[in-house]
């Protein structure tokens, strides 16, 4: 049940935290706010801290779904 992440990587800059420029970064998808939307990147080290708190939320709302 896990969502494939298109693994498509691109130069360009972080929406994250660490606010670098001119790195690989994947698209995480779009965001939605007021109304609007934006293409949201994030670089590889913030994609891994994602994935974590994914994961994590993935269990708490269907645990043991083996
Ligand atoms: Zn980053």
Redesign the pocket.
Known sequence: MTPRVDEHWVTDG???????TG?P?IWLGPLQWEGQHALVY??S??LDRLKVQAFAYFMERRPAAV
Not at 14 to 20: A, D, E, I, Q
């Open positions: 972080c929406w994250l935290g660490c606010g670098r790195v970064v994030s670089c080290p913030y």
